[in-house]
C-alpha cells in the first residue's frame, strides 16, 4: 500500500494555523492595548479608594497573625484544621482586597511593598503550618515509639525468666518474629545464666532511659539520657555474647529492636531524634511567630503608604501610558510581520529539503521491498539525517542482493554434495519419518526420494534392523550434535538380497523445529567386512555402544566428531524434503 501524503498536509494545516495564531495574536494584543489605555483614564478619572478598604486589608493582616498564634497552639490535627480554614478564608480576602488595589492608582514602589508584605506574611505562615505538621507527625512518631518500649518494657521480665527456664513467653512474638528462630532450652551453666540475668537488666535501664527521654525537657538532659542508653545497650550486647549459643539469636533479636528504637534504622525515627526534632521546633516557633507579626506590620505600613501616594500615582500612570502606546503598536506589527515570514520561510524550508526528499526515500524503500533496483539521486545524500538514512537504504539493498546471490549458490552447492556423497543419506525429523534422502539411499531401498518421504524409518527397514538402530537413534537424540560409534545392520535390496551396511546417527539442534533433526548415515560394507561385522554380531549380539569408540579417541580426549551439517538450515530456511531438488 502506498503511503497518503499525509505529512504534506500536516505541515500545511500546522504552519499554516501557526500564521493565524500569530496574526490573532496580534489582534488580540491591539485590542488588549486599547482596553488598558481605556482602563486606565477610567482609572485616572476615579475616586481615591475609600478609607474603609485600607483599614479592612489592614485588619487582615493583624487577623492572620493572631490566627498564626493559634495554629502555633494546635495540639492535634483537628485544631490545626480549623485554624487553617480561618487563615485561608483571611488570606483569600486580603488577596482580593490587595488584587482590587493593583487596579488602582498605586506608584511601583508602593505596589511592590505592599505584595512584598503579603509575600512574607504568606511565607511565615507557610513555615509555620509546615512545623506545626512535622510537630504533629513527630508527635505521632513518639507515641508509636513508646508503645513498643512499652511493650518491650512488659516483655523483658518475663523473657528473662522464660530464657532461664527454657521455655517461650506469650508475648515475644509481639516484640520480634520468631517464625525462623527457635527458642533455646535453657542456660548451660550459672556463667551463661549470669549473662541472660546482665542482659535483661541492661535491656531494662535502656528501655528506661529512651523513656525517660520521650519527655526530656531540654538538649543537655536528652544528650545526658543518650549516652545512658547507649552504654546500657553496649552492655547488653557484651552480655550477649556471653551466653549460650542457642539463646543468642533470639537476645540480639530483641537487642536489635532496642538499637533501632534507640539509633533508628534505614532512615526511620528513633527516640532521641524525635525529642532533639521537638525541641529545636519549640525553639524556632517563636521565631517564625515574629516574622508573621513583622509582615502584619509592614502590610499596615504599606496600606498607610498607599494613601499617600495614590496621587502622585496618578500622574506616573498617565504619562506611562502615553508613552508605551506607540511602543505596543509598534511591538503588535513587528510581531505579525516577523510570525508570517517565518512560516513562509518555515513550510518552503521543509517542503524542499524534507518532504521532497522523505517521499524520494519512501518510493525507494518500496521499491526494494517489491525486489526492483533502488535508485536516489545524488542530492539526496547530503551528510544530514535523511542523506544518512539514505546511505543505509542503499547500502541494506546491496547487501540483501548479495545474500540473495549467495544463498542461491550456496543452495546449489549443498544440493550437489548431498546428491554426489557416495554413502546412503537420510534426514529424520523427530519423529523419526524421513524428510529428504540422497540418491546413494535411493539405491539401498530400490525407491524413489518421492517414495520414501513421510515414511517412518522403522517401515523401510527389516524388523531386525529395526530394532538395532532404535538405540543410536535414541543415544543421537539425548546428545544432539555428538557422533556416536555406527552399527552394523542388514537391509533388504529391491532385489531381495540383504545388504550389509554400516547405520550411524547424529542429532543436530535446530531452535526453529519442534525438535531435533536426525542425520542417518548409511555405508555399505564390502563382503569382507560384512562377514567381520556379521561375525562380531554374533559373538555379541548387545554390544555396548562405548566398546566401539575410537581408540585414538583415548589418546586426544578434547578431539570431538564434528556433526553433520544439516544443509536446510545453510539454505534460507529450505525445507529438508527440497534439498535434493534445489537449483
Known amino acids: 500500500m502506498r503511503p497518503h501524503p499525509r505529512i504534506a498536509t500536516r505541515l500545511l494545516l500546522g504552519y499554516g494555523a501557526l500564521a493565524l495564531i500569530v496574526l490573532a495574536l496580534a489582534w488580540a494584543l491591539l485590542v488588549a492595548q486599547r482596553w488598558y489605555e481605556a482602563d486606565r483614564r477610567a482609572l485616572v478619572e476615579a475616586a481615591l479608594p475609600r478609607f474603609s478598604d485600607m483599614l479592612a486589608v489592614s485588619r487582615l493582616g493583624d487577623a492572620l497573625a493572631e490566627t498564626a498564634g493559634a495554629l502555633a497552639a494546635a495540639a492535634d490535627a483537628e485544631d490545626r484544621g480549623a485554624a487553617l480554614a480561618t487563615m485561608a478564608e483571611a488570606r483569600r480576602d ?122 526530656a525537657g531540654e538538649t543537655a538532659d536528652l544528650e545526658y539520657l543518650g549516652l545512658r542508653a547507649e552504654e546500657s545497650l553496649r552492655r547488653a550486647a557484651a552480655a550477649i555474647r556471653g551466653t549460650d549459643r542457642a539463646a543468642q539469636p533470639v537476645m540480639e533479636a530483641v537487642h536489635a529492636e532496642l ?187 530400490g525407491r524413489t526420494a518421492a517414495d520414501l518421504l513421510g515414511r517412518p524409518l522403522r517401515t523401510v527397514l527389516p524388523e531386525e534392523a529395526g530394532d538395532a538402530v532404535a538405540a543410536p537413534l535414541a543415544a543421537a537424540l539425548d546428545q544432539p550434535g555428538a557422533a556416536r560409534p555406527p552399527v552394523s545392520v542388514t537391509l533388504r535390496a529391491a532385489d531381495g538380497s540383504d545388504v550389509r551396511v554400516l547405520f550411524g546417527a547424529v542429532a543436530i539442534p535446530d531452535e526453529a523445529a519442534p525438535g531435533p533433526w536426525l542425520c542417518v548415515t548409511l555405508r555399505p560394507l564390502a563382503p569382507a567386512e560384512s562377514g567381520a561385522a556379521a561375525a562380531t554380531a554374533a559373538a555379541d549380539p548387545d554390544p555396548d555402544p562405548d566398546s566401539d569408540r575410537d581408540p585414538d579417541s583415548d589418546r586426544d580426549p578434547d578431539r570431538k566428531q564434528t556433526p553433520a551439517r544439516d544443509p536446510a538450515r545453510a539454505t534460507d530456511q529450505t525445507p529438508p524434503g527440497d534439498l535434493s531438488h534445489a537449483s
Not at 508584605?117 to 507515641?143: K, P, Q
Not at 527457635?182 to 542456660?187: D, L, R
Not at 500615582?313 to 508613552?323: D, F, K, N, P
Open 94 to 215: 486580603l488577596t482580593e482586597r490587595i488584587r482590587a488595589l493593583d487596579g488602582s492608582r498605586l506608584e511601583v514602589e508602593t505596589r511592590a511593598r505592599l505584595h512584598a508584605a503579603l509575600a512574607d506574611m504568606t511565607e511565615a505562615l507557610d513555615t509555620l503550618d509546615a512545623l506545626v505538621e512535622r510537630r504533629l507527625a513527630l508527635h505521632r512518631s513518639a507515641a508509636a515509639l513508646n508503645t513498643r518500649l512499652g511493650v518491650l518494657g512488659d516483655v523483658l521480665p518475663d523473657l528473662e525468666r522464660a530464657l532461664l527456664r527454657g521455655r517461650a513467653p506469650e508475648q515475644l512474638d509481639a516484640v520480634i518474629d520468631m517464625s525462623e528462630l527457635e527458642f533455646p532450652p535453657g542456660p548451660s551453666g550459672t556463667a551463661a545464666a549470669n549473662a541472660i540475668r546482665s542482659w535483661a537488666r541492661n535491656a531494662q535501664v535502656a528501655v528506661g532511659m529512651m523513656l525517660a527521654a520521650s519527655g
Open 259 to 445: 538499637v533501632a528504637i534507640a539509633e533508628g534504622v534505614d532512615g526511620a525515627d528513633s527516640v532521641f531524634r524525635v525529642r532533639r526534632l521537638r525541641l529545636t521546633m519549640d525553639q524556632n516557633t517563636p521565631a517564625v511567630l515574629a516574622r508573621g507579626r513583622q509582615a502584619s506590620d509592614r502590610l499596615t505600613a504599606a496600606v498607610a503608604q498607599i494613601i499617600a501616594d495614590l496621587e502622585q500615582a496618578q500622574a506616573v500612570r498617565g504619562a506611562t501610558l502615553e508613552r508605551t502606546t506607540l511602543l505596543w503598536q509598534a511591538g503588535v506589527g513587528t510581531l505579525a510581520g516577523a510570525g508570517a515570514l517565518v512560516a513562509v520561510a518555515a513550510m518552503l524550508f521543509l517542503w524542499l529539503a524534507v518532504l521532497r526528499r522523505a517521499r524520494r526515500l519512501t518510493r525507494a524503500v518500496q521499491a526494494a521491498r517489491d525486489d526492483a533496483a533502488v535508485s536516489l539521486p545524488e542530492r539526496d545524500l547530503w551528510p544530514d539525517e535523511l542523506g544518512v538514512l539514505a546511505r543505509a537504504v542503499g547500502a541494506l539493498d546491496a547487501e540483501r542482493r548479495r545474500l540473495t546471490v549467495a544463498r542461491r549458490e550456496q543452495a546449489s552447492r549443498l544440493a550437489g554434495v548431498f546428491a554426489g556423497v557416495p554413502e546412503g543419506l537420510l534426514l529424520l525429523d523427530a519423529d523419526r519419518r524421513i524428510e529428504d534422502a540422497n540418491p546413494a539411499a535411493e539405491r539401498l531401498f
